[in-house]
Nanobody
Framework: QVQFVESGGGLVQPGGSLRLSCTASGSIDSIYALAWYRQTPGKPREWVAIVSNTENTIYADSVKDRFTISRNNPRNTVDLQMESLIPDDTAVYYC??????????WGQGTQVTVSS
């Protein structure tokens, strides 16, 4: 089963940017859609962005116009470019398939902290 490893998180000031990367342990060619999620303590994991194999994208309202998801099938990666970060973006970020699809192996996630 494909598993994911997330990286790129860190501490950033409000208004700053970060680029997260997710690397799959196997080929993502046959995976129709991939998603980034985030989770804060005591809350369920929520999806924030989804990208299909045809480059169609969907964003949660809370991140629309600030985040950009992209995938690179030859490299088996899915990236999340985050701009204009706000404290509410603070969370552990994960990647996997969208909520309606069969989930694959979850990684450890990468912590994003937005604070001055």
């Amino acid at each position: 089963q494909v598993q994911f490893v997330e990286s790129g998180g860190g501490l950033v000031q409000p208004g700053g940017s970060l680029r997260l990367s997710c690397t799959a342990s196997g080929s993502i060619d046959s995976i129709y859609a991939l998603a980034w999620y985030r989770q804060t303590p005591g809350k369920p994991r929520e999806w924030v962005a989804i990208v299909s194999n045809t480059e169609n994208t969907i964003y949660a309202d809370s991140v629309k116009d600030r985040f950009t998801i992209s995938r690179n099938n030859p490299r088996n990666t899915v990236d999340l470019q985050m701009e204009s970060l706000i404290p509410d973006d603070t969370a552990v970020y994960y990647c996997n398939t969208p909520p309606w699809a069969t989930e694959l192996g979850w990684g450890q996630g990468t912590q994003v902290t937005v604070s001055s």
